[in-house]
């Protein structure tokens, strides 16, 4: 059979979050005591279990924001309920039984899908002593959790482990076990070539960062709306096309650190950070009806100090300067780009509408192109000879303190493929002083390497060594 789904649904601040990350093994869902933090499905493989599933992470049905999304995160839990092969229902054992509870209880029993009852934050077993409320909500599989400190987590394996075999599901292939409280996600993960394409989807809020990724999936799969800051999780969603899979991860709009007035905000602007870190490649979006704002620049520093390949999509074409000439309005969009993100000239830019679903083949014939040419660059006698004769048309000024020219010896690259799909080569030149090496100079070095590198979208990393001590 496909893997079997398993769907954590209850009422908000119940723990659906806390025990999903359990689940999983690692912290991708944001865990807060503010209610209805979690809106888009979240999915990830589980960790705990002798058997292949999948986990997913819901909005809390019947909550009632502030915000207007409580109609959506009630369609999205829908959605789970009626794709689910087994239900995790998340009560607060601390909590008295409430109506939210005994309402998700009936439309359950409604539903034929096997449900399993977690009472959650139980963190002693004097809580246990509330279960004859629970009772009443009528299942009989029951399973008291504390997702804080990972009490009863072995026996939920259990049940899932049974229900799981009777569903015919495959054996998880034998890894390290997950550890007893996960941990974030390292910077880099270790990763095989055929590994999925890590592709970071950033951007200021309402850029079109959840439209783009649901007119790629065709699928409604994240919430999408006009207020700002509707994404709160860095989503990964795992995507196949033309054969090439990939994981498209769809962040939290990035506001200025002004701007952000919650700790949940502060802490998915920081998932967002480390979503560009992790990232094999950036998708930085733009809305072109607005123009490159001073948050596009701050989020592309971010991708350009982080050395991370990058392609520029230009969305809300179409909200563009409509009455102008297609060709006129392509120029002027580009020497717009150019001006105002000149830190990011490595990256090809892909002119799109998201929400017309316009352009989407060239985000991935992008894709494809600079992970075919992240490799193309000179041998180590090409690149010898080509900075050289670079340096002999424009030799280095001498330096105003230190009264001294730059002097290189060599250069090598240097590239590990060991964390990423798309490797990034580094430039290493041994000189005789790299403080010498002015930010000036570098760029034309940098830029002279470009002639002879056609790798649009990688960034040319240099690293100058020394031979003076203490330089």
Request: with cysteine; hydrophobic share 40%; proline share 6%.
């Amino acid at each position: 059979m496909s893997t079997p789904t398993i769907a954590i649904v209850g009422r908000p601040n119940v723990g659906k979050s806390a025990i999903f990350n359990r689940m999983v093994g690692r912290r991708l869902a944001i865990v807060h005591d503010q209610p209805g933090v979690t809106r888009d499905r979240l999915s990830a493989p589980v960790r705990i279990t002798d058997y292949d599933a999948t986990v997913v992470d819901t909005g809390g049905i019947g909550s009632t924001l502030d915000d207007g999304f409580a109609a959506q995160v009630a369609r999205e839990a829908d959605i789970a309920l009626n794709t689910a092969d087994l239900i995790l229902f998340v009560c607060d054992c601390r909590d008295h039984l409430t109506p939210i509870d005994k309402s998700i209880a009936a439309q359950l029993h409604k539903s034929q899908v096997p449900v399993l009852l977690l009472l959650n934050k139980a963190d002693t077993d004097k809580q246990e002593l509330n279960l004859g409320e629970f009772a009443e909500l009528g299942f009989s599989d029951y399973v008291f959790t504390s997702a804080a400190h990972g009490r009863g987590f072995p026996e939920l394996a259990t049940k899932l482990n049974t229900q799981l075999k009777a569903m015919g599901a495959t054996p998880r292939q034998a890894e390290a076990a997950p550890t007893d409280t996960p941990e974030d996600e390292p910077d880099q993960v270790e990763v095989q070539a055929d590994s999925p394409i890590r592709v970071a989807i950033v951007g200021k809020p309402n850029a079109g960062k959840s439209s783009l990724v649901n007119a790629i999936l065709q699928d409604t799969r994240t919430i999408v709306s006009d207020v700002a800051g509707t994404t709160r999780d860095a989503i990964d969603i795992p995507y196949t096309r033309d054969g090439q899979a990939y994981t498209l991860i769809d962040t939290a709009g990035m506001r200025p650190r002004s701007k952000r007035d919650t700790s949940v905000e502060v802490f998915s602007a920081m998932r967002s950070e480390k979503a560009i870190r992790r990232s094999d490649i950036c998708l930085l979006v733009i809305d072109m009806a607005a123009g490159v704002t001073q948050q596009d620049r701050r989020i592309g520093s971010i991708i350009a100090q982080e050395k991370k390949p990058c392609i520029i999509i230009v969305n809300k074409f179409d909200l563009y300067c409509p009455d102008a000439p297609l060709s006129a309005r392509k120029d002027a969009v580009k020497e717009h780009i150019k001006e105002n993100l000149f830190f990011l000239d490595y990256a090809p830019v892909a002119i799109i509408s998201a929400k017309q679903a316009q352009g989407l083949d060239a985000i991935f014939k992008s894709i494809a192109r600079v992970r075919k040419d992240a490799l193309n660059m000179p041998g180590t006698g090409e690149l010898n000879r080509l900075l050289q004769r670079a340096m002999e048309m424009n030799p280095p000024g001498q330096h105003r303190v230190l009264h001294k020219r730059l002097k290189l010896y060599y250069a090598t690259t240097a590239v590990n493929e060991k964390y990423t799909t798309i490797p990034v080569p580094t430039y290493v030149l041994f000189v005789n002083d790299k403080r010498l090496l002015t930010d000036s100079y570098a760029q034309y070095l940098r830029n002279t390497i470009r002639t002879r590198v056609k790798a649009a979208g990688i960034p040319i990393i240099l690293s100058p060594r020394s031979r003076v001590r203490n330089a």
